[in-house]
């Protein structure tokens, strides 16, 4: 079955470092998004991201925050100075259309900033 | 505001009982619903969705779920649960056109042997 690869699993970073996670979503999907969960807390939307712009983002995903698709499978989350809050696992998500229509998640990157 | 809402927060039952867990959606026009699935230290995997059509739908790992418009609902049910289905279940919606689907606060599922 097709997956959504995320990468790294874990990172830790320092306060203030800038920080890129890594995803590579199904190869026929057209749509991309990024959530991330607090420890303990609900899964809460960041960005999606279609036709390479940003298609809605959430009140959390401020100037701190960027991503992009370089060359066409990576899809990346750019944190650009990292702050305590932003300790969360982030999920990366691709949509596919029609029967496929739906979200499916990669196994996350867990990151630690401390 | 569109929402999804699970009101049980944390559920314990035994092996073999049967399973209903809630949720409440809160979306004008069209809703697609889902149900996700978190085991302890692992990503997010879709158990069902409903888009249209039948209202009971059928999922994987002997799950299903009914949507019941007069009562905003999409509970999640399993008619005897096993020890291995201990998770987080989130219910999640979105009003189509790929934008982004919205999580509930999940609930946490704890089967003892």
């Known amino acids: 079955e097709p997956e959504v690869t995320q990468t790294p699993s874990h990172q830790v970073t320092q306060m203030g470092q800038e920080v890129i996670l890594r995803c590579v979503p199904i190869s026929n999907h057209l749509y991309f998004y990024w959530y991330r969960q607090i420890l303990g807390q609900k899964v809460e939307f960041l960005v999606s991201f279609y036709n390479n712009e940003i298609s809605e983002k959430s009140e959390i995903f401020d100037d701190q925050f960027s991503v992009e698709r370089p060359d066409g499978s990576n899809f990346t989350l750019k944190i650009r100075s990292t702050k305590l809050e932003d300790s969360a696992m982030y999920f990366c998500a691709s949509g596919g259309r029609g029967e496929d229509y739906g979200y499916t998640f990669g196994s996350g990157t867990r990151l630690t900033v401390v | 505001a569109q929402s999804v809402s699970q009101h049980n927060h944390h559920v314990i039952l035994s092996e073999a009982a049967s399973l209903e867990l809630g949720c409440n959606y809160s979306y004008g026009g069209t809703v697609n619903l889902f149900w996700y699935v978190q085991y302890p230290g692992q990503h997010l995997q879709l158990l069902l969705k409903?888009?249209?059509?039948?209202?009971l739908v059928k999922g994987i790992k002997g799950f299903e779920a009914e949507f019941i418009k007069s009562k905003f609902s999409f509970n999640l049910r399993k008619p005897s649960v096993q020890w291995s289905d201990t998770a987080e279940y989130f219910c999640a919606g979105d009003s189509g056109g790929y934008q982004k689907v919205t999580f509930g606060t999940g609930t946490k599922l704890q089967v003892i042997p």
């Open positions: 409903y888009f249209s059509g039948d209202p």
